[in-house]
């Protein structure tokens, strides 16, 4: 368990680095991939326990931190994509790389649409705006993009770590 | 009852941390400090990696243009190259040098002309999300920042100190949707509200249809909010909508500053009155 957490965390921590400092160096003003949301959906995909969505509210919340603006909004839409993820997954087959796309596109789709609609209510944010909704599809594009490559990098390292739980769980019964 | 919470679970728990998410929106709404107190914890733990990869960054680029750039240039026409291309890439040494000390020299001008005390910082990231307009600096509380400081760039606004870490800043730039600047049209003195949108361009809001504003006018800050200093540039306004119901005017300005460019700002660590 501990491993696995520590997982999660230096992923976010690269997620973090990557979408705050990396891209934005190279690329400023460009619409970045979410990484936080291929977590949530590696979540989904891997770990469809009420657990898995814990984990993908605390990397939410840690996204909210790093803004410092308000705790919530990325939290809520992290969550939502994971529930979209275990529902897409519940009925088909996601684990080749296109439906991991695919998956990773609704998801991101849903949680930026939830973000954006909690932003609505409770500031005074205007919602029909054309530079929003481009920024909305840019983003899910991009992260559907990647999001085959990162589950791809995680999957064997998640693997070992739940495995390493799971054998001690079994060691210490 | 049992069997359809077992059976739910999942579901459920997404329901509950969804509401359990609204109630922290909710919190945090009505008071900001919530989510700053956890930022600086994060910062704390970003920010040696930022400047790590900061110095990694430009030490590459050093090596880039001294060597690796010259390498594979053959004989002698090859050695005239290598000249050429070592005094080029020189040369825009020299030029990134004297823009980066025309940037601070204007920093510490308008430091002086505001007769405050300041801080320079340097931009080592931005927000991870598209949903927030914000960058970190590299100095916190050891530095003597505060939050609720102003950022400037030059003799124009970026924004102000949302959250602080020991050794890093978070700043809320102006063009975020909770950002609101005290404001005037500076040929008409007509006051208003400058407020960001998410988007690259600003608005003007509560200025009165009567009130006199062309496309071209500077809109500087009014200092009335005790945050940002009087006569400090916001924008050019580069669009006025003409709403024939509406009791306010719809005025568009574009910042003076390029958010997504960002390099050196100056934290103004006393409000100034000019």
Known sequence: MAKTILLFFIAFICGV????????????????????????????????????????????????????????????????????????ANHFFSEKWFTVSITALLASLAKNLTQVFILVAFTEMELFKAQFFSTILIESVLTAAFAPLVVKLLAPRYQASSSYSARSSLRRA | MQDFFRRHSLFLSCGFLIAFSLVLMSASVSNRKFAASGS?????????V??????????????WERYIYLVGVEDERGQLANRLKALEAQNSQFIELSSENARLRSLLNYREELKTDGILARVVSRDPSNWAQSV???????????????????????GQIISVSSSSAKVLLLTDNISSVDSIVQSSRAQGIVVGNLTEALRLKYLLREQSVKVGDR?????????????????????????????????EVEPSVDMSRLENVLIITKPALK
């Open chain 1, 17 to 88: 680095f990557i979408q705050g400092t990396l891209l934005h160096s190279v690329l400023p003003s460009i619409v970045s991939p979410d990484l936080l949301v291929i977590l949530a959906v590696f979540l989904g995909l891997r770990a469809r326990t009420p657990w898995g969505a814990v984990g993908a509210f605390i990397i939410g919340l840690g996204a909210d931190f790093a803004s410092a603006k308000f705790l919530g909004p990325c939290a809520a839409g992290s969550v939502v994509a994971f529930a979209s993820t275990v529902f897409v």
């Open chain 2, 40 to 48: 600086s914890v994060l910062s704390w733990i970003l920010s040696p």
């Open chain 2, 50 to 63: 930022d400047a790590l990869y900061k110095g990694i960054l430009s030490s590459v680029k050093g090596s």
């Open chain 2, 136 to 158: 970190t600096l590299d100095r916190g509380s050891n530095d003597g920042v505060v939050e609720g400081q102003a950022v400037i760039d030059g003799n124009a606004l970026v």
């Open chain 2, 219 to 251: 809109i500087i800050a009014s200092g009335l909010d005790q945050i940002f200093p009087k006569g400090a540039l916001i924008g050019i306004v580069s669009k006025i909508k003409d709403d024939p119901n509406g009791m306010f005017q719809n005025v």
